[in-house]
């Protein structure tokens, strides 16, 4: 068993208790799920799809080409009835003119639009959520930066009611739904919306494991985030439903070693350079005060420590279109 030294604990009190909803709600990985669940998911997935005129798919805006998923985004697009849609999270830790660059490409295929769900905790810190992503867009337009496609959760209810009003005349009601990969930040961004939207009783129309809040008088969001599963995925972080049962925290932490710029995750973690990602984690566990209680390193730890980094958004970095 190993434990943290408290040194080492104090200067990131803030920082681990900003672990987002997912961890709290995200579905266990793939490989691990029985036959029979397997069926029982691609059963209510679909059920989802079919029962949504928006579908969103929330994306990581540091690496949005890893979070899509190419056939959920034919499947949609085939279907005239339906709306895709493309948020881009996290937006806080990008660069705007890489955003602004993602935002142009992105456009070609559906709308698409930044997003900042701060990452929380408990649903008591839900205030300071909302302000942070209004502050954000409020931020960007005072430096003369493109805010167009930059929203808040005002905007994004307004964008929704725009597009049901334009795009869905002649329906009496329009259902919204997000879907994506875990940790990409769903759950926040749905808790955000639905803090001024009316909760409804069930339609009798809608699967009974799917629940409704109307956010205007004909737009409705469905309480229900769709998953996609990284069953075919190569990327150890689209495989992480949840940092505390990830079996192998490092083949994460090298895959971001890839992503992020060596410079800056020097300067984060406060470590001397490295020559592979064992080295980087041992710096970073004894700089954390990672230690078991035999005195040995606590490499999965620290690990663990930078995937909560990641999942908050406060490692940044950004890849760009190829």
């Known amino acids: 068993m190993c ?28 490989d691990e799920v029985m036959a029979s669940d397997k069926r029982k998911f691609y059963k209510q997935y679909q059920e989802l799809i079919d029962n949504s005129d928006i579908i969103i798919q929330v994306l990581d805006a540091r690496d949005p080409e890893l979070y899509r998923n190419h056939e959920v985004e034919k499947q949609i697009l085939a279907n005239s009835s339906k709306q895709l849609f493309f948020l881009l999270n996290k937006a806080d830790a990008v660069p705007r003119k890489n955003l602004n660059t993602w935002i142009s490409q992105l456009n070609q295929v559906a709308p698409s639009y930044c997003f900042a769900a701060k990452p929380f905790k408990n649903y008591s810190q839900m205030s300071s959520l909302a302000l942070y992503s209004e502050t954000l867009a409020k931020k960007l337009a005072q430096k003369n930066d493109p805010s167009e496609f930059q929203l808040d959760e005002h905007a994004l209810t307004s964008k929704l009611n725009e597009i049901a009003k334009k795009k869905f005349k002649g329906k009496p009601q329009v259902y919204v739904s997000f879907v994506g990969f875990p940790n990409a930040g769903k759950n926040s961004i749905i808790y955000l919306l639905k803090q001024k939207a009316k909760n409804v009783d069930q339609a009798q129309n809608l699967p009974k494991f799917i629940y409704q809040f109307q956010i205007d008088t004909k737009t409705y969001l469905i ?29 994460a932490i090298k895959e971001l070693l890839t992503k992020a710029k060596r410079a800056e995750i020097l300067i ?17 566990a004894k700089t954390r005060g990672r ?22 958004g406060k490692l940044k970095y950004s890849v760009l279109p190829q």
């Open 268 to 284: 984060l973690y406060r470590v001397p350079d490295y020559k592979d990602v064992n080295e980087f984690l041992v710096s970073v």
């Open 3 to 30: 434990i943290r030294d408290r040194e080492g604990e104090d200067g990131d009190q803030t920082e681990t208790n900003q672990v987002q909803v997912e961890q709290q709600v995200e579905t266990i990985p793939f």
């Open 291 to 312: 230690l078991c209680r035999n005195g040995q390193i606590d490499t999965d730890g620290a690990a663990r420590l930078v995937l909560e980094d990641w999942l908050s």
């Open 223 to 251: 309480d229900t985030p769709g998953f996609f599963t990284a069953q075919n995925q190569n990327s150890s972080l689209l495989k992480i439903a949840k940092i505390s049962d990830c079996t192998k925290p490092a083949e």
